[in-house]
């Protein structure tokens, strides 16, 4: 096992809600990175953050927004929930610029 | 073109058979590539980093040519265990983002 944890494991949602999902990396990691993966898709990055600051993202809309807590765990925010949404939510933690190591994801399912 | 393409498979072979599975990627700056595994409903877990030189790790055997800018998996002797996704992973040079192929799915058939 990576360390990664995440929660919750499994979420439903209908269309236009929000939801929030929880990632806390492994010790000793301060970078934390999320991806959504659809079924049948490789993961495609949303975003990182490092030492609480968002640094880097992907094309994904505004409605996709982070925290990173001091002590590097993290959230995922997504608001206006669409169909699309539904996927798995993969988070990843890393020392800088090592390796990520992901958790075991969060599956969301939007109604 | 999609920075990273890989085959989605699935390869279906035997047990004991040789598979190679081949991943291209569209930027010719980028410098540092992995194959990932990934079992039905996990997440994806390294499996071996790809050198410019090549690599060897029991069973597996990546390759890295620059000239034609794609990346291989060779995998000997397979197990049923072998079963699984295998994500080629390219860094960006530029952003350092880590960007995921597809996935190949292989099955091995006893």
């Known amino acids: 096992e990576t360390g990664v944890t995440q929660s919750p494991t499994h979420l439903i949602k209908t269309r236009g809600q929000q939801v929030t999902l929880r990632c806390s990396s492994q010790s000793g990691h301060n970078t934390v990175s999320w991806y959504q993966q659809a079924l049948g898709q490789g993961p495609q990055f949303i975003f990182q953050y490092y030492r609480e600051e968002e640094n880097g993202r992907g094309n994904f809309p505004p409605r996709f927004s982070g925290l990173q807590f001091p002590n590097y765990s993290s959230e995922l925010n997504v608001n206006a929930l669409e169909l699309d949404d539904s996927a798995l939510y993969l988070c990843a933690s890393s020392s800088g610029e090592g390796l990520p190591y992901f958790g075991p994801g969060t599956r969301l399912l939007v109604l | 073109r999609k920075e990273v393409e890989q085959d989605p498979g699935p390869f279906n072979v035997p047990e004991g058979a040789t598979v190679a599975f081949n991943c291209t990627y569209s930027?010719?700056?980028?410098?540092?590539f992995f194959w990932y595994r990934q079992d039905c409903r996990k997440e994806p877990k390294l499996l071996m980093s790809v050198y410019s030189s090549g690599n060897e790790d029991g069973r597996f055997t990546a390759q890295l040519n620059r000239a034609s800018q794609y990346i291989s998996l060779l995998i000997r002797d397979s197990k049923l265990s072998d079963s699984a996704t295998y994500l080629c992973v390219v860094i960006d040079p530029g952003t350092y983002k880590y960007i995921f192929g597809t996935g190949t799915r292989l099955k091995v058939l006893a």
């Open positions: 930027n010719s700056a980028s410098q540092s």
